[in-house]
């Protein structure tokens, strides 16, 4: 049987696998909105004693072809008017809110958003804006969102 110089060395040395990129995000959203949660899941981790953000964590969620470092900001209220601090390097944000919350605490994700579209450090990067608890009977559709 006679290889090809090409297929012994694709088959003998393979070398490590090249380095998944990895790529920055910032996770934003009220307290409650599920924030922790969702990259615990994305993480595989057990939901089992999962708290609420009091400050800001990072995790790294792996996928096959990339790795995001997810910076997760606390929403409670005295918190969200630091989260401006922690959007520097970011290239993408999650925002996640509570689709089942009161009006008020709707419009106060509303405006926090509104904030964050417009803020010079996240306005050109991409969003992913998630209405989070739709299994809740109160939450609305995302039309009504």
């Known amino acids: 049987v006679f290889l ?3 297929c012994f060395r694709a088959l003998c040395c393979k070398g490590p ?3 998944r990129p990895e790529y920055d995000l910032v996770c934003i959203g009220l307290t409650g909105s599920g924030k922790t949660s969702l990259l615990s899941q994305l993480c595989s981790e057990s939901p089992e ?3 609420s953000t009091t400050g800001f964590s990072i995790k790294a969620v792996p ?3 990339a790795i995001l470092n997810v910076k997760e900001l606390g929403g409670a209220d005295n918190i969200r008017k630091y989260w401006s601090r922690y ?3 970011s290239q993408g944000v999650i925002f996640v809110l509570d689709s089942a919350s009161s009006e008020d605490d709707l419009e106060t994700a509303r405006n926090e958003l509104h904030s964050a579209l417009q803020h ?3 306005c050109t990067l991409p969003f992913l804006i998630l209405a989070n ?3 809740k009977p109160a939450a609305r559709s995302v039309q009504e969102v």
């Open 49 to 51: 004693n999962i708290v």
């Open 120 to 122: 010079p450090q996240l």
């Open 4 to 6: 090809s110089w090409q």
């Open 17 to 19: 696998p090249p380095p």
């Open 63 to 65: 996928f096959q072809n």
């Open 87 to 89: 959007y520097q390097g």
């Open 133 to 135: 608890h739709q299994d």
